[in-house]
């Protein structure tokens, strides 16, 4: 059965630590694997992967995937308080005739001033 | 451009009543998902529509739940008759994919509990 799995399940940090969270999964024919924020309801898009060893960026935002291991990382450098928010990792894959995303239950991330 | 649309943003209502959420993707996304989050859990995809067609809706309880997407675009799921474990955020997402790999964009959802 696909799965993806996300560690650790909580994290608090102060502001200005470098945080790493981690994703892994199974998932059959793999063809990308995102990342994203949710703060209220709505996740918001952060990065899509779909090749090894390249790194995403945005601000002080990264990730990198490996797709050997089977898995990625998503790091934040110099944490702020507006990066509390649950942390989404998806894995897009091909099941039953079609691309599907699974989901993995997230990482809670609180940043404390 | 603008973002996914989902209507209402809250929605109570007692065990055994019905319920619709209505949502309209972005401009031009060929493929529209609703999914099921309930409170510390990922996201659960209930049914995938590509245009106007169901492409899956394995995980679909089927004898309370429905949904269509007339005309390819707008969508609506219906819960018929509401239970308790019901309760959950209802997620609308849409995609451009066709055959390209594309990202979700997901609308602000829908709260419902089920008193």
């Known amino acids: 059965e696909d799965k993806v799995v996300q560690s650790p399940l909580s994290l608090v940090v102060h502001e200005g630590d470098t945080v790493t969270l981690n994703c892994s999964y199974e998932v059959t024919n793999f063809r990308s694997l995102l990342w994203y924020k949710q703060e209220k309801k709505a996740p918001t898009f952060l990065f899509m992967l779909t090749s090894s060893g390249i790194e995403k960026k945005s601000g002080r935002l990264s990730s990198i995937l490996d797709k050997k291991e089977l898995f990625s990382i998503l790091n934040i450098t110099a944490t702020q308080t507006g990066d509390s928010a649950i942390y989404l990792c998806?894995?897009?894959?091909?099941?039953?005739?079609?691309?599907?995303?699974?989901f993995g239950t997230g990482t809670r991330l609180k940043v404390l001033a | 451009e603008a973002g996914v649309a989902q209507s209402p943003r809250y929605k109570i209502i007692e065990k055994r009543q019905s319920v619709a959420f209505w949502c309209n993707p972005i401009s031009g996304h060929a493929t529209l998902y609703w999914y099921q989050q309930i409170l510390g859990q990922g996201p659960k995809l209930l049914i995938q529509?590509?245009?106007?067609?169901?492409?899956?809706d394995s995980q679909l309880p089927k004898d309370r739940f429905s949904a269509e997407r007339l005309k390819g675009v707008d969508s609506t799921l219906k819960i018929q008759p509401a239970k308790l474990e019901d309760s959950a955020v209802y997620l609308c997402?849409?995609?451009?994919?066709?055959?390209?790999?594309?990202?979700?964009?997901f609308g602000n959802g829908t709260r419902l509990t089920v008193t």
């Open positions: 997402a849409s995609s451009s994919k066709t055959g390209a790999v594309s990202p979700l964009h």
């Open positions: 529509f590509q245009n106007n067609g169901v492409v899956d």
């Open positions: 998806a894995v897009e894959g091909w099941a039953s005739g079609t691309y599907k995303y699974i």
